[in-house]
């Protein structure tokens, strides 16, 4: 990568700016340009595309985007001992990356949007990657305002979002997913690819939206959920006994004897709308 586009190592680039990467804030510097290019190939082509990225870092994902053609990366970086180096690839890229410092969650994305098409890939920060991923699949319009998702979690987090009834995994988080996306685990991640290594191994998760995912209202379908869930190992009947129990359950044409892992997504959208 570094001769692809002429900027100098990721590790010098870190210890030039003195960027030790910082647990409170869910750092794990990716340093393997060669992986970065992989995830942003995972996302396809990005010929006239505008990427948003989330807690660039030193940027190594970010070069990957721009050297693969992205008409324009905007990234949210919160710790501010980043920018510099940031601006060093927006210098080298002229018009085709703008950093805001701030917060993610607090970050409107679909505003910055404009018209053009976009994609998210990110190396997502651990401490706030799976809310990140609820509130872009939960937008009050559908389809979303992006093409695709191509983020990188742990492992285990990967496969909660992949996860369909009857498997150990599955839970909320597999059923908003499995709601309004196609997802599907692209490749693992080592922890040696990354300073400092994590304890686990990291995932990338491609999803795409649905055009017409069942009609159901978000909010209902979270209570369900969260309900369900909640108390996973106890029949629905019990867990669900808050929003009508066995009544809501026959309601749905739904065994009341039945465990939450056991429910499709249409299933759960069959009582959300029958609350």
């Avoid at 710790?79 to 510099?84: G, I, V």
């Avoid at 950093?99 to 651990?126: H, M, R, S």
């Avoid at 998702?149 to 908003?176: P, S, W």
Wanted: glycine share 8%; charged share 20%; net charge neutral.
């Amino acid at each position: 990568m570094a001769a692809l586009d002429g900027l100098p190592p990721l590790r010098d680039v870190i210890q030039r700016h003195g960027l030790d990467a910082r647990k409170a804030l869910g750092q794990n510097f990716l340093l393997d340009l060669n992986l970065t290019q992989k995830v942003a190939r995972t996302a396809g082509s990005l010929e006239g595309v505008t990427v948003f990225e989330v807690g660039p870092g030193p940027g190594g994902l970010t070069r990957a985007i721009l050297a693969l053609g992205a008409k324009k990366v905007i990234a949210v970086e919160r710790d501010s001992r980043c920018l510099p180096a940031l601006a060093e690839i927006a210098d080298h890229y002229p018009g085709r990356l703008d950093v805001i410092e701030g917060d993610a969650l607090k970050t409107d994305f679909a505003t910055l949007a404009a018209n053009d098409p976009v994609k998210i890939i990110a190396n997502l920060p651990y401490n706030v990657g799976t809310q990140l991923l609820v509130n872009w699949l939960l937008p009050p319009q559908w389809p979303p305002f992006w093409q695709s998702l191509t983020l990188m979690f742990q492992k285990e987090v990967g496969q909660r979002i992949v996860a369909q009834e009857d498997d150990d995994h599955y839970g909320r988080l597999g059923v908003l997913c499995g709601w309004r996306t196609q997802a599907h685990m692209a490749f693992d991640i080592s922890p040696q690819a990354f300073t400092p290594p994590p304890k686990v191994t990291s995932t990338v998760v491609h999803l795409t939206p649905k055009e017409n995912p069942i009609p159901c209202a978000v909010d209902k379908l979270e209570r369900v959920t969260q309900a369900a869930f909640g108390q996973r190992r106890k029949m629905l009947r019990q867990s669900l006994k808050p929003l009508g129990g066995e009544g809501l359950l026959l309601k749905a044409d739904i065994d009341p004897q039945r465990r939450a892992e056991t429910l499709s997504v249409e299933e759960f959208c069959r009582l959300a709308n029958c609350l």
